[in-house]
C-alpha cells in the first residue's frame, strides 16, 4: 500500500463487518506473528515459565487471531517498516515489504505510519486496536492522538508507561537498553524514554470499551523477570482505561499464539460492547 513519499507499508485484511479491528504487532515483530498458533497439544503449554519459542510447534493455523477475528468482523494486520523477527519477510510476503526507514526511531512515527496507511486503504474507522508489547504504546498514543478514530481496545501484554514506575531505575535502565539494540541488522529500534513522554504529553486517554491481558508465566525476555512488577504496571493501565483484567492467562509474553482463543475471545467481547454500545468502565 503506497501511504505517500514514496513509500509503502504491508497491509492485509480478512472479514467483512463493524467495528474493523486492527492488530499491532510487538517490538521488532511483523504482523505475520497474528497467523500463527501453537497446537493445544504443544508442551510449552505445561511449562511454569516463559520458554516460547524454543522447541515450540509454531505454524499457521486457523485457529490463530488473525483468521479467527476474520469469521465475525474485519480484521487488518500489517508490517511496521524494519519489522524481520520471526522469518524471512521478503519471502513471507512476496516481496512486498513495508519500505525500510532510518533506526531507532521514534514512537510518533509509528502512530503517523499507522493512520497514514488506514487512510490510503480506505479503511473506515473506528477501529478496535489489538496490540501487543511495544504495539500497546502504539496504541495508546494512537487512541489520545485520533480518539475518534478509535472504538475499542485490546492489550495483550503490552508495554506500558507504568513499567517506569513499577521497575527499579536499573531494570527499567536494562529494559530500554535491551530495545535499542537491534535484534538483526536492519531491524527497528526505538526508546521508552521518548515514547513515554510523548504519550505523557498527549490529551487523555478516550473512556471507551477495552480488555488488558497480563502473561502469568515470565521468564528471561525483555520484559521483567518478576511477575509482580509487571502486573503492577497492567493494574494502573487498566485501571486509567476502565478495562477488564485478565490475568489467569497460562501463558508467556506471547499470549496471542500461545492462548489465541484467549485473544480472540476478549477481541469479540470488546467488538460486541462497540456494536451494542453496552460497555461500562471497570471499576
Known sequence: MDIGDGRQMYLECRGVGFPTVVLIAGGFEAGFMWTYALDLADPIHAATEDVFPVGADLQ?????VFPAVSKFTRVCLYDRPNTV???????ERNGQISTPVPQPHPLENDVADLH????????????VLATHSYGGLIAELYARRYPKDIAGQVLVDVTSVYLKETLTPQEYDELNAAVSVPPFPGSETFGFDEA????????????????????DKLGKGLLPTRKAELLEAHNRLAAQLGAKHITDTNSGHHIHVEQPQLVTDAIREVVDAVRSGSWQPAR
Request: aromatic content about 4%.
Open 60 to 64: 499457521k493455523r486457523e485457529t490463530a
Open 85 to 91: 523477527v520471526g522469518e524471512n519477510i521478503a519471502e
Open 116 to 127: 497514514a496507511l488506514l487512510t490510503a486503504a480506505g479503511e473506515p474507522g473506528p477501529y
Open 196 to 215: 513515554f513522554a510523548a504519550i505523557r504529553a498527549a490529551p487523555p486517554a478516550p473512556q471507551i470499551p477495552a480488555v488488558v491481558l497480563t502473561a
